[in-house]
């Protein structure tokens, strides 16, 4: 569990991403490989994610929503982690989140691999936000596995 100053250096980060947004904006159809939407009606919250691929790289990911700062930080955290990456890197990264948001804290996630995200550990001891953190995950996953069929 990060000490106290981790947490509000993390709170920071996640105020920052949702403010700035990166990747946000969605890209012409055309120029995209796939697109999926995902929606967490909990909290009211929709991200779209949209890959553009080079042989197995992910060349680009664009992406736009709505929601609370959790999943839009969310998103452009993830824009950040898996652009540029080969497709198996970027369902290890999902993976690599995925099982920190499980973890309920006790996986404070591995900065090699998440970047910004690990700012995202604490939502682990709140189970009613993990949908809000994986909802742009969740819309990469299945774009994934769209690209894999
Ligand atoms: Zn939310």
Redesign the pocket.
Known sequence: MPDDETGALYQQMILDHARERHGAGLADEAAVAVTNHQI?P????EVTIQLEVDGDLIADVHWDGV?????QASASMLHDVVRGLTTAQARARLDAFRTMLRSRGADEGDADLLDDAVALAGVARYPA?V???M?GWVALEVALEELAA
């Open positions: 967490n909990t909290c009211g919250d929601g609370c700062s959790i999943s936000r949908k809000c953190a909802l």
